[in-house]
């Protein structure tokens, strides 16, 4: 069974602390590793997909990596703004659904 | 371009009452999913149509609920004899041809009292 675990569950920073999220992902054949925003009562935002070992992906103050059994999502000087929940998720081979984490609730303050 | 949108944003019910939950993808998508997302998860795959049939339905919790897509657009979920363990809110998403990438829309937020 496909699993995808995300640390901390809550993270909070000082605006310009830089720090990392973690997913942990167990998923049958990796088809792709996705990271999604999503603010208090709104649908998830998608923000990257990572398909092999070793890439990245940048965009503003956020970059993604991936490894063969994790990802992380790295914010450099965070702002207010950049507070959400964080969620990554996982597409396994032969399925189209995404299993995904619990998220990391991220509070960046001024 | 509109992005995907659902309706009602919000929908109480009493347990035991029957629920319709309206998708509309964005235009040209043909792949559609739904999850459901409890306070404090992340969203847990239901269902996934391609076109206008369900290509994977091993997420539906059990047979009250029932998902349709008739004309390859708009979709609906079905909740039968609600109970209150189906409060959460129901996410739709969409996506194009094989791309990847999943497109969310705002959710419908389901409180069974």
């Known amino acids: 069974e496909d699993q995808v675990t995300q640390s901390p569950e809550a993270l909070r920073l000082q605006e310009g602390e830089s720090s990392s999220l973690n997913c942990s992902y167990t998923?049958?054949?990796?088809?792709?590793l996705f990271w999604y925003r999503q603010d208090p009562g709104k649908g998830p935002e998608f923000l990257f997909t990572?398909?092999?070992a070793g890439e990245e992906k940048e965009k503003e103050r956020l970059k993604a990596t991936l490894t063969k059994k994790e990802s992380f999502l790295h914010i450099t000087a965070p702002k207010p703004e950049d507070s959400a929940t964080y969620l990554c998720?996982?597409?396994?081979?032969?399925?189209?659904?995404?299993?995904f984490g619990s998220g990391t609730r991220l509070q960046v303050q001024p | 371009g509109a992005g995907v949108s659902q309706t009602p944003s919000n929908k109480v019910t009493e347990k035991g009452k029957y629920v319709e939950l309206r998708c509309d993808p964005i235009?040209?998508?043909?792949?559609l999913y739904w999850y459901r997302q409890s306070l404090g998860q992340g969203p847990e795959f239901l269902i996934y149509?391609?076109?206008?049939?369900?290509?994977?339905d091993s997420g539906l919790p059990n047979d009250r609920f029932f998902a349709v897509r008739p004309e390859g657009s708009v979709s609906t979920l079905k909740i039968q004899r609600t109970e209150r363990g189906d409060s959460a809110v129901y996410l739709c998403a969409s996506s194009f041809g094989r791309e990847e990438t999943q497109y969310f829309g705002p959710g419908t937020r389901l409180l069974v009292l």
């Open positions: 235009s040209g998508h043909t792949a």
């Open positions: 149509f391609q076109g206008t049939g369900a290509a994977d």
């Open positions: 990572l398909y092999s």
């Open positions: 998720g996982g597409r396994g081979t032969g399925r189209r659904a995404l299993t």
């Open positions: 998923v049958s054949g990796l088809r792709g």
